[in-house]
């Protein structure tokens, strides 16, 4: 049954605004971090059956079928205002080129040492909003978080020895990153900050799959030894990450404060490796786990919210 968008809005509205995290957000909040890094797991094993670029857009794709569905239920109205619309487009260019370079990223290294320079993005988007946002100042703990994460990166590049490494792979987990915070940039401060955050998601997904789907026969063959593992984790990327998924963050973000939400990305990294060395049995050298603890003590500074005086 449909859910008019008077109906919507009303459950929008008894879902009042949190001032602070409470347990169930702290809860919600940990469960999507472990999802995420699970899902690094996954694109790593999909990649058996799926060439990288190939199954960055099929997964666009499909998120574009569920979205619709969800839109429709919901009464999400598709008219964007006109100002929004440019936005979008960049927002879904860059969501194409950040997950081109993350499919490659983990098909050429490890889960481990992909993530710890994937999940860096706080990095980048705090540079990037000091330098074109006045109203962001660097502090004594912004600047140390800023240090912190971006020697854990420089370690974490440095390292050559143990397991798939690549520096290919390494500087496209780095691009996957930039792109990432690109992303959080233009939303935040283009007239696209003011669109519902399912037309945000879908104008990135519509805009991503045709040209991930255009640009993949370039990179090799579509199909590999293609299994029903490799199905079942792509219709997971669909289902449980690129749609689903992401509204549920977007819905946190709404529901929360931006800082408090923001705090728990340094678990994503950390669970990351971890399910990298567990499921996958990847080697992790000391280094990396050196990187790893500096990239999220760097996220938590430059996240962590002032003291109230």
Request: proline letters at 5%; aromatic letters at 10%.
């Given at each position: 049954m449909r859910i008019d968008n008077s109906t919507a809005q009303g459950v929008d509205q008894a879902m009042e605004r949190?001032?602070?995290?409470?347990?169930?957000?702290?809860?919600?909040?940990t469960a999507f971090a472990l999802?995420?890094?699970?899902?690094?797991?996954?694109?790593?094993?999909?990649?058996?059956?799926?060439?990288?670029?190939?199954?960055?857009?099929?997964?666009?794709?499909?998120?574009?079928?569920?979205?619709?569905?969800?839109?429709?239920?919901?009464g999400v109205s598709w008219r964007m205002p006109r100002a929004a619309l440019p936005w979008a487009v960049v927002s879904g260019l860059l969501f194409a080129f950040e997950f081109m370079c993350l499919y490659n990223a983990l098909d050429l290294s490890t889960v481990s040492r992909s993530s710890v320079i994937f999940y860096s993005m706080p990095l980048w988007l705090?540079?990037?909003?000091?330098?074109?946002?006045?109203?962001e100042r660097m502090t004594r703990r912004k600047a140390l978080g800023l240090a912190l994460a971006f020697s854990g990166v420089v370690i974490a590049l440095a390292e050559r020895g143990g397991g798939q490494v690549s520096w290919a792979g390494d500087l496209l987990a780095v691009c996957s990153a930039m792109c990432w915070a690109g992303?959080?940039?233009?939303?935040?401060?283009?007239?696209?900050?003011?669109?519902?955050p399912e037309q945000q998601l879908i104008s990135q997904v519509l805009v991503s799959a045709p040209i991930l789907l255009l640009l993949a026969p370039f990179f090799g063959p579509l199909l590999r030894d293609i299994q029903p593992i490799h199905v079942a984790g792509m219709a997971f990327q669909i289902i449980a990450v690129a749609s689903l998924g992401f509204l549920a963050w977007f819905w946190l973000m709404k529901r929360y404060p931006a800082n408090s939400v923001a705090?728990?990305?340094?678990?994503?990294?950390?669970?990351?490796?971890?399910?990298?060395?567990?499921?996958?049995?990847?080697?992790?050298?000391?280094?990396?786990?050196?990187?790893?603890?500096l990239v999220a003590a760097g996220i938590t500074l430059i996240n962590r919210k002032p003291k109230r005086v």
């Open positions: 949190k001032l602070d995290m409470d347990a169930f957000g702290a809860a919600a909040l999802h995420l890094a699970f899902n690094q797991v996954v694109i790593k094993v999909t990649a058996g059956g799926f060439s990288p670029v190939f199954a960055a857009g099929i997964r666009s794709a499909g998120a574009v079928l569920v979205l619709i569905v969800w839109m429709y239920l919901r705090a540079l990037a909003s000091i330098v074109l946002l006045p109203e992303i959080a940039l233009v939303v935040r401060v283009t007239p696209l900050a003011d669109v519902p705090s728990f990305s340094f678990i994503s990294p950390v669970a990351s490796v971890l399910l990298g060395w567990i499921l996958l049995g990847e080697q992790i050298a000391a280094s990396i786990w050196v990187a790893l603890v």
